[in-house]
């Protein structure tokens, strides 16, 4: 395919070449990735990869528990699909719902025993996996630019205020 450039037109700053290339091989990086956990996972541990984030955060909360709103807002996902994942994992008896003490309306997800020993289970392979995917082939100063690089856009792309319209928040 021919490479297309377009001329500036209404002020809009279009991608250099050079960042156009990087932007194709961040598009393609994270989509391989993805899958590559995602046919990792689901052939050890039999659940996709935003499953497994759901378990690990509720690894690492007090009590293994959280509120459903905030889990959805770590996760990064909207309420509705929150819901439905956490209604698979109730399925496989590694989560489970309890009303909130302190909110009548709102809902902890609660990791059980069941599935922090799933968890347990599958976080070698997977941790390999991700060491394999993308460790292992960065030097130790690509690993902290990167991860400095993927701070500054994480942090611009979720702003402070309470009115920001995000997916999560919805």
Request: aromatic residues 6%; glycine residues 6%; contains cysteine.
């Amino acid at each position: 395919m021919e490479h297309m450039t377009m001329a500036p037109t209404g002020g809009t700053r279009w991608l250099s070449d050079d960042e156009q290339s990087v932007w194709r091989a961040y598009l393609q990086a994270t989509t391989l990735l993805e899958d590559h956990l995602d046919r990792q996972l689901q052939r050890d541990a039999g659940m996709p990869h935003i499953y497994y984030g759901l378990l690990v955060q509720l690894s690492q909360a007090p009590r293994r528990q959280m509120r459903m709103t905030q889990l959805a807002k770590d996760v990064k996902i909207t309420r509705s699909r929150l819901s439905h994942a956490v209604a698979r994992l109730e399925r496989n008896g590694w989560v489970r719902r309890e009303d909130c003490p302190s909110d009548k309306r709102g809902q902890n997800a609660v990791l059980t025993d069941e599935g922090y020993e799933m968890l347990r289970r599958s976080a070698p392979g997977h941790v390999r996996a991700v060491r394999q995917a993308m460790f292992d082939r960065l030097t130790p100063e690509q690993v902290r630019s990167f991860g400095e690089i993927m701070q500054i856009i994480a942090t611009g792309l979720e702003p402070d205020g309470t009115d920001a319209d995000l997916p999560w928040l919805r």
